[in-house]
C-alpha cells in the first residue's frame, strides 16, 4: 500500500505536490499539539520571539512541502530531477575543489530540499552519502532505492559505512551528510545549536580532517509555485580548525548561517535537542527527551 502511495504521488506535478504538502503541513500542525509545541519552541529558541512570530506560519507549509515532495524527488526519472534545479549558485568552488584533486566533504542541513542537493551533484560525479534507516521500515527499500541510483551510493550511519566514506574521499570522490541529525548514543557530543546544546555528530568534522579534503556546505532552496530548485553552495564562511569538536561546534555554527538565509524552510519541528539513549546528560539542568 505505502509504494502503490508514494508511486501515485510521484506521478504528479511537482507544484500540485506542494501545494497538497502545504495543507498536509497544516493539518499536522493543527493536530499534533506535540509537534505544535516543539516546531514553535525551536524557532523561538534559534531566532527570538518577534522574529518566530513572523516565520512560524510559512514553516509550517514549507515542512508540509518538503514531506510530500519526497516520494516526486527519490522516484522520478533523475534527469527531470535534474531539471528542476533551475538555478546554481556556488559551482565554481566544487570546479576548485577538483583542481586540487581531492575529496569533497558536502554538509547540507534539513534545509530546503535537501534530498535533491546529492541528486544533482550525482548527474557530475560519484557521491557516497551517509544514511539512517527511517522510523518506519516499511518506507526503507523505497527511500534506498531513490538514493542509491546512477552515480549515488548509501553508506549507513555504521562503522562500515564511515569506512565507505573514508574510501571515497580518499578515491577522489564527494561524500554527503545531515549533520544536524541526532546521533547515536556515544556517537556525538554536546554542542551549541542556536544557543542551545545539543547532542552533536562529530563525524563531519572528522571527515574534514582528512588530507585534501574540501568541505562545501550546500542547500536547495525551495522556489514558489513549483519552479524547482536553487542550489546554494558555498565553502565555510570560517576555516574549519581546531580537535574534532571544535571544528564539529564550528559546522553547527556554519549551519546556522545557512538556516539564517531562509529561516521558513527548515525542519523546526524535528527534535533536534533530544538526548538519545546511551548519550551523556546534557551540559543543563534541564534535559530534553522525547
Known amino acids: 500500500m505505502v509504494s502503490f ?14 501545494r497538497c504538502g ?10 499534533s499539539p506535540t509537534y505544535r509545541r516543539r516546531l514553535r ?6 531566532l527570538g520571539a518577534d522574529t518566530a512570530s513572523k516565520v512560524w506560519r510559512q514553516a509550517v507549509g514549507e515542512t508540509g512541502k518538503q514531506a510530500l515532495e519526497l516520494p516526486w524527488v527519490l522516484l522520478r526519472p533523475q534527469h527531470e530531477l535534474f531539471k528542476k534545479v533551475v538555478k546554481v549558485s556556488g559551482w565554481e568552488h566544487v570546479e576548485a575543489a577538483e583542481v586540487r584533486d581531492g575529496g569533497i566533504v558536502f554538509i547540507t542541513p534539513h534545509l530546503g530540499c535537501f534530498e535533491i542537493s546529492a541528486q544533482f551533484f550525482s548527474s557530475h560525479k560519484p557521491i557516497t552519502v551517509l544514511y539512517r534507516a527511517p522510523k518506519k521500515a516499511v518506507l526503507q527499500p523505497l527511500i534506498n532505492a531513490g538514493r542509491s541510483r546512477g552515480n549515488m551510493r548509501l553508506a549507513p550511519a555504521d562503522t562500515s559505512g564511515v569506512r565507505r566514506l573514508i574510501k571515497a574521499l580518499r578515491a577522489h570522490e564527494a561524500v554527503g551528510m545531515l549533520p544536524d541529525q541526532v ?15 545539543a547532542y552533536t555528530m562529530t563525524l563531519g568534522a572528522r571527515l574534514t580532517e582528512l588530507p ?4 562545501l556546505f550546500a542547500w536547495a ?8 530548485f536553487h542550489l546554494h553552495l558555498r565553502p565555510p ?4 580548525e581546531g580537535d574534532t569538536e571544535a ?3 564550528a559546522i553547527n555554527r556554519e549551519m546556522e548561517a545557512q538556516i539564517r538565509e531562509n529561516p521558513a524552510q527548515y525542519l523546526w519541528g524535528y527534535n533536534r535537542y533530544k538526548r538519545p539513549s546511551g548519550a551523556p546528560p546534557a551540559p543543563t539542568t534541564r534535559e530534553n527527551q522525547e
Open 237 to 240: 564562511l570560517h576555516a574549519l
Open 5 to 18: 502511495i508514494f508511486s501515485l504521488l510521484a506521478r504528479l506535478p511537482l507544484g500540485l505536490l506542494q
Open 221 to 228: 532552496e525551495r522556489l514558489p509555485g513549483g519552479q524547482g
Open 247 to 249: 571544528r564539529a561546534a
Open 212 to 215: 585534501g579534503v574540501t568541505t
Open 183 to 197: 546521533p547515536g548514543g556515544g556517537e556525538g557530543a554536546w554542542l551549541p545549536f542556536f544557543g542551545r546544546p
Open 41 to 46: 519552541a525551536n524557532l523561538e529558541q534559534a
Open 22 to 31: 502545504f495543507i498536509a503541513g497544516w493539518l499536522t500542525y493543527a493536530l
